[in-house]
């Protein structure tokens, strides 16, 4: 099966990346891969459409060609693809819609504990 996926390239801190269509057996960093879609340069706030050929991208998901997980998100922020995000954290982080959830209940919570326990205000017998 056909992948779309980002390829890194660059020095060590200094992340830039390649937009790559490869067979999906190959891993990451084999350098196999069937035809360059474009970069990402991580530290340049250049638009991102400007650095990615999103027409091509489309042509090869039309042929069947998936997309990362990291890249679908990526164009999904850039508004070059319709769809919603996908998780890719991993399993034990909690999703961020949980999260905020759990932040807004948290504030009742800090208050009722503020309070001072009978058993925390007395002083130690020893």
């Known amino acids: 099966m056909l992948m779309i996926r ?7 801190h200094e992340p830039t990346f390649r937009v790559v269509l ?7 960093k ?8 474009g970069w990402y340069d991580t530290r340049i706030k250049n ?16 042929k069947g060609a998936k997309l990362s997980d990291t890249l679908h998100n990526f164009l999904v922020g850039q508004k070059a693809i319709p769809g919603k995000k996908v998780n890719v954290l991993p399993r034990k982080t909690p999703i ?4 905020a959830e759990g932040e ?3 504030p ?16 130690a017998a020893n």
């Not at 961020?96 to 999260?99: D, L, P, S, Y």
């Open 30 to 37: 084999s350098g196999k891969s069937l035809k360059n879609l």
């Open 108 to 123: 009742a919570a800090p208050a009722a504990a503020s309070a001072p326990a009978p058993e925390a205000a007395a002083p």
């Open 96 to 99: 961020k819609k949980e999260a």
């Open 47 to 62: 638009s991102a459409k400007d650095q990615l050929d999103v027409e091509a991208i489309k042509h090869w998901m039309s």
């Open 104 to 106: 807004a209940a948290a």
């Open 22 to 28: 490869t067979d999906s057996k190959n891993g990451p």
């Open 6 to 12: 980002l390829q890194r390239t660059g020095r060590k």
